[in-house]
């Protein structure tokens, strides 16, 4: 792992009734990664339409400890043979390089989202599985700053199971910085740029 992620650690984990919990302590005693499993939905008054289009972020700054961060997409998946990159949201600060996009890309439409917090550093990505071509889908991601590499989660529908998309980095959206701007079924760079490909997509985000 990178000097600057790997640690000397403990976990201190409970099961019981209520599910899983564990925290890692670092040597020094600081809290690094938890969780609490099964995740608790968000209350329903927390659910907010997001805009197609750009419009301003409902969440900035960075995820605190105990935080999440959930998106909802709705709409049909873009038809056989579209193998390019395509938005559900991309968030971003305008002249700077997006630091979260997630979407789908390559011929099998393959869940995709990418982190980049370090200027100059190659960004990391994280991938799920494809979406069937020209059908419907009911997308939810959830964003958790406590889960390390593995606190970005999907699922389809809200009786799936919660998973973590597969990524090769050791680090995770703790410690990323939400900017100012979201734009749902176009990239930061306008309407023609990766633009979402299918129908009818609808977005909500809660935190």
């Known amino acids: 792992m990178p000097e600057d992620v790997e640690y000397l650690h403990c976990v201190q984990a409970v099961l019981d009734d209520d599910g899983l919990r564990y925290q890692v302590l670092d040597s020094a005693g600081a809290l690094r990664e938890r969780l609490v499993w099964p995740i608790r939905p968000l209350p329903t008054q927390r659910w907010r339409t997001v805009p197609g ?42 002249h700077t390089l997006a630091p979260f996009w997630i979407g789908v890309q390559g011929p099998r439409q393959t869940l995709t989202a990418i982190i980049g917090t370090a200027p100059g550093r190659s960004p990391h990505y994280w991938h799920g599985p494809g979406f069937e071509a020209g059908a419907r889908f009911d997308l939810h991601i959830l964003v958790s700053a406590d889960m390390g590499p593995g606190g970005l989660l ?23 910085e939400w900017p100012e701007r979201w734009s749902v079924g176009h990239g930061q760079g306008g309407p023609a740029d990766r633009r979402f490909l299918g129908a009818d997509l609808t977005a909500l985000a809660a935190c």
């Open 154 to 176: 999907y699922r389809f529908g809200d009786r799936d199971p919660w998973s973590s998309l597969v990524a090769a980095s050791a680090t995770g959206p703790e410690r990323l």
């Open 53 to 94: 289009g750009e419009s301003p972020a409902l969440f900035m700054g960075k995820l605190g400890p105990g935080r999440l961060l959930a998106f909802r997409w709705t709409g049909r998946a873009a038809a056989t043979g579209t193998s390019v990159a395509q938005t559900l949201l991309a968030a971003y600060a305008p």
